[in-house]
């Protein structure tokens, strides 16, 4: 399997402001996918992200408010822009089977707590 | 569209008894369906899947699956729980393989010494 790395792995931020999420693959894959994990909950798939393509959102998500850049095949960025404590959550990456697309790998996510 | 149920939000065993974490699902289509588990401030880890092979899959860590597509059932099982095993646990379904994820609730399970 991949492995996954973020950065940040957690930050504080004010409110109105943006924080970029990186996540960084150790080898190509074709699809990576953006999630959000609100406080005790489980996970809502943000936006998938193809190489070379706009992300594709999904309904309640938004590209002025979670902006995505795809590069190459091993790197993505996710920004959380004009934050507000709605949301604080964990943000987390994940890629598909390095050419096997029957299953998703997950980064370790990051914790974003907005004040 | 698909969905899935977790019927337990929270499970509690003791070490060495056996483990049954359910779930259902609701899908027009033969599903993909996954086991992953997430431990307390950690990523989440795949234990098993189903991708229309063998209806019982067995994962990592001793634990195993079973699909029964007359009940729409997924359930996750282990013969014996280790204190190890205490974490968040998803089970997701997918109609396309490995993308467009829904995940379930989760369950909670906590191992007792």
């Known amino acids: 399997s991949a492995v996954i790395s973020q950065k940040p792995s957690r930050d504080i931020c004010q409110r109105g402001t943006s924080l970029t999420i990186q996540c960084q693959v150790d080898s190509q894959v074709t699809m990576m996918f953006w999630y959000r994990q609100q406080p005790g909950q489980s996970l809502t798939l943000i936006a998938t992200?193809?190489?070379?393509?706009?992300?594709?959102?999904e309904s309640g998500f938004v590209i002025d408010k979670f902006p995505i850049s795809r590069p190459n095949l091993t790197f993505s960025t996710l920004t959380v822009s004009n934050m507000s404590p709605e949301d604080s959550s964990i943000y987390l990456c994940?890629?598909?089977?390095?050419?096997?697309?029957?299953?998703?790998?997950f980064g370790p996510g990051t914790r974003l707590t907005v004040l | 569209a698909q969905s899935v149920t977790q019927l337990d939000s929270h499970v509690s065993v003791s070490e060495g008894t056996p483990v049954l974490l359910r779930c259902n699902y609701s899908s027009s289509y033969s599903p993909s369906l996954f086991w992953y588990v997430q431990h307390p401030n950690k990523g989440l880890q795949l234990l098993l899947k189903?991708?229309?092979?063998?209806?019982l899959v067995k994962g990592i860590n001793g634990f195993e699956a079973e699909f029964k597509k007359s009940e729409t059932s997924f359930h996750l099982t282990k013969p014996s729980a280790h204190m190890s095993d205490a974490a968040e646990y998803f089970c997701v379904v997918s109609l396309t393989g490995g993308q467009n994820f829904v995940f379930g609730p989760g369950t909670r399970l906590s191992v007792l010494p």
């Open positions: 189903y991708t229309s092979a063998a209806t």
């Open positions: 992200a193809n190489q070379g393509s706009e992300a594709t959102y």
């Open positions: 994940s890629v598909d089977g390095q050419g096997k697309t029957d299953t998703q790998y």
